[in-house]
């Protein structure tokens, strides 16, 4: 649910990379349920190493709306340079107001105008970093629930009792030897 919402902000905001790192986190997380109700280990394991990148692609984005190292929230990195949009937060947040102006003097521009945004409560790079930070920990509990599932199924695995191969006498046993050898005589 929390990578549906984080989608749907992104989608608001034509950020293509966060949509597309969306998009597979989505059907990874459907591929490790999937793996979790029929008992298939390598599809849980495939989702434990694609939490590993996720967690990563999360890292990533909170340096790059915190502006660490060379990385800057103004650039176009997260729209493949195809537009100049923002998050959606940068114009919708939480107390924020939006004032147009159009823009005098450029022809052939008419329906474009100026977007200021003033007195936001919480800047908008500080809600995706939150975004951020949700989707890490909530990676870090799947993780830690992949990991816990893989070792009960191999664990399962490793007991498994193959018609009856560990009992001593099974219901669908097959004798090796005579009958008469099984029965001992009790009396001395």
Known sequence: LAALERQVFDFLGYQ??????????????????????????????????????????????????????????????LTFNISRHQSWWSENGPGCVRKEAAMSGLKGLDSHSYVSVIGCALEYRYIEVVHSSFQILVALVGFVYACYVVSVFTEEEDSFDFIGGFDPFPLYHVNEKPTNLLFKQTYL
Request: glycine share 6%; charged share 10%.
């Open 16 to 77: 293509w990379a966060p949509i597309l790192a969306n998009f597979l986190h989505i059907i990874i997380v459907i591929l490790g349920l999937f793996g979790t109700i029929q008992y298939r280990p390598r599809y849980i394991v495939v989702y434990a190493i694609w939490i590993a990148i996720w967690v990563t692609w999360n890292i990533f984005i909170i340096c790059f709306y915190l502006e660490v190292g060379g990385l800057s929230k103004d650039s176009e990195l």
